[in-house]
């Protein structure tokens, strides 16, 4: 057993204790005031029933998650080291592997004397030229009018939904929408917008609630990031576009690996983007830093009115913005089908070798695999067996999926070789004999 996960969990009340406590050796802390400070109010923090919960679990599971990794070296292709293991790591969103191309570096290089490290103000006052030919870039690439950058989907997602649904306007959310879709509906509903969060994206059910209320938006992610699924996205559009209503879609997950050149879930399902804002990643499949979602001219000079994250926020420093550009070069280049290629070979190759070996999986046109496992526990343990014999992939576990319906989330690299597939495929099965992975249930 290795000590991952020790260095980084340990107890809440063990620490503070243990600060309050002399260090062994070291001289006695003073009492009174060294207490106060921010003690009191973690502990109080601490009590709430939700966090108790998660802070006991933790507690009684330490060494068997991998949760708040503290990686100490990485390398091109995919290991990672942890607590003095070597580990192969099928748990980064850099799909294409973006993350350690030459062109992606030297962009960054070359940007930095011009432009230093960050330009430290909001776009609201001032930007460097950069970002206006990133937002072109980007617009040529999608075939879209334009395109507005934020410095994370979050930030996008929490400043433009409040800014699309204002009071009385109708706002139907998917349920498995990422968290950040949640947040940012929730700060329209405050602002008087007409929430409805539905259970499933049933298009009869959307369309019957835009009929009613004569248009509005509907908010829901392009690939589901803990399945990697996706939502009939067509047939929602159709729901919404008849009723006059638009469709918001966090394609975190498809930018740059779903659909024509990567151009994402939304445009690979309905061929334009015409009535949808979609808002994509920049530090997925780009593997650079921020987000961008698409418009027009006239709708961003609007939203950068009404979005609260861009005009109290930072922006995404010169560097990456020099980055992001770099990307939309090797997009449109020839290039791009060949990491593309590479990364659909490795997927294939893996749910082949799923499908061989009787487990039961989720995935979609993106870059996750997602193995069922069951309940927390069992998620967990399945997780730490895995990195015990070499290979690091999620835990996904309550509440980022429903309780019993624990995943080993496997995000695929294109830089990941066919050697590493197979070693990670081995090690499944090794997990599937030792009862760690359930076996599909119509598997012989
Ligand atoms: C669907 C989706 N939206 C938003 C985010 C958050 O993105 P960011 O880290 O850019 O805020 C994620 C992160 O994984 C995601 O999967």
Known sequence: MTKVGQRTV??????LTGRRRAPAGGRPQP???AV???????????RHKVTRIALNFLDSNAGLHLKDLLIDATSDDRRIEVDGQTVWNFGSDSFLGLDR?????????????????????????????????????????LGVADTFVFPSVTLANIGLIPAIAGPGDLLVVDRESHDSVHQGARLAAAGGARLEVIPTPDPD????????????????????????????????DTAVRRHGGVMYVDDAHGTGVVGDRGRGAAHAALGTLDNVLMVGSLSKAFSCLGAFVTCTPELKTVLKIKSSTFIFGGPVPPPYLAAICAVCDIFMSPEYDALLAALRARTRQ????????GIAYHDGQAAIVSVLVGDIEKTFAAGRGLFDRGYYAQSAT??????NAGLLRIQVNANHSAATVDGLLDALGDLVRSGHIPKRRSAS
């Open 10 to 15: 340990g107890t809440l009340m063990a620490r």
């Open 31 to 33: 009492a009174g005031p």
């Open 36 to 46: 106060q400070g921010l003690d009191p109010l973690t502990e109080r923090l601490s």
């Open 101 to 141: 191309h030459p062109r992606v570096y030297e962009a960054i290089r070359a940007a930095l004397p011009a432009w230093g490290a960050h330009n430290g103000a909001s776009r609201a006052f001032s930007s460097p030229v950069l970002v206006d030919e990133a937002e072109r870039k980007l617009a040529a690439w």
């Open 205 to 236: 059910v959307v369309a019957e609630r835009f009929a009613r209320a004569g248009g509005g938006v509907l908010a829901i992610d392009g690939v589901y990031s803990m399945s990697g699924r996706t939502p009939p996205l067509a047939e929602l």
């Open 350 to 357: 893996l749910t082949a070798g799923l499908d061989r070996l």
């Open 398 to 403: 309550y509440p980022a999926v429903p309780i």
